[in-house]
């Protein structure tokens, strides 16, 4: 007897089963007139019959609940990403605002003249000034003349509480309008304020910055 793996045409097998001793597996014998094939059921699948199996989609049921998943996943990161968004646009009205601060301070002391920063509450923006005299002058200025134009400052959506001028002189001291010691200035966010903390600048009579809280 021998085993062969050449096809052999249908009408030619003599198809045997046989059950292995203590077990469920079954083997297949097929004879012909010159030999036999044997073999396992489970090796004759077909690779499209694999294939077919492998390509099962999806159901509308399972469609409709990942859709659904998504959405409660996308209604609860709305307004966390929004309530993170408000408080970047608090942080750089902060950075803006306190670097516009220092940045007249530090003219003043540099040019050895008068400077100062106007700071608008319904225009949401500041003004520096300064009496440094022109280019190759001598003497500082009697008046404070602009330095460039108005800027706006960062920080979309966020108030101011007051409008405020903040003047220094050659030695880093600074004096407001309306006068205050220590100078503060408060920024909020309207309608978010539960949720969105409120900031306050202090500046010292000496041109010293902190933020609270």
Sequence with gaps: MHYRSDPVAPELLLPLQVFESGSKSKITYSFTETGMI????????TPARVRARGSRGFTLLE????MAVGLILAAMAVPVIGNTMRIYSMRSAISSLTGAISS?????????????????????????????????????????????????????????????????????????NPAASPITLTLSYPGFVATVPTETITVSNYGNITVAP
Excluded: W
């Design 38 to 45: 044997c073999g396992s059921p489970m090796q004759h699948r």
């Design 63 to 66: 469609l409709v609940l990942v």
């Design 104 to 176: 007249s301070r530090y003219q003043a002391i540099f040019h050895g003249c008068k400077s100062q920063v106007v700071i608008t509450k319904a225009t949401y923006s500041y003004q520096v000034q300064s009496e440094a005299p022109a280019f190759g002058g001598q003497a500082c200025a009697a008046a404070f003349t602009n330095v460039g134009g108005a800027i706006p400052l960062m920080g979309r959506g966020v108030a101011l509480s007051s409008d405020i001028t903040l003047t220094f002189s050659p030695g880093g001291s600074v004096i407001s």
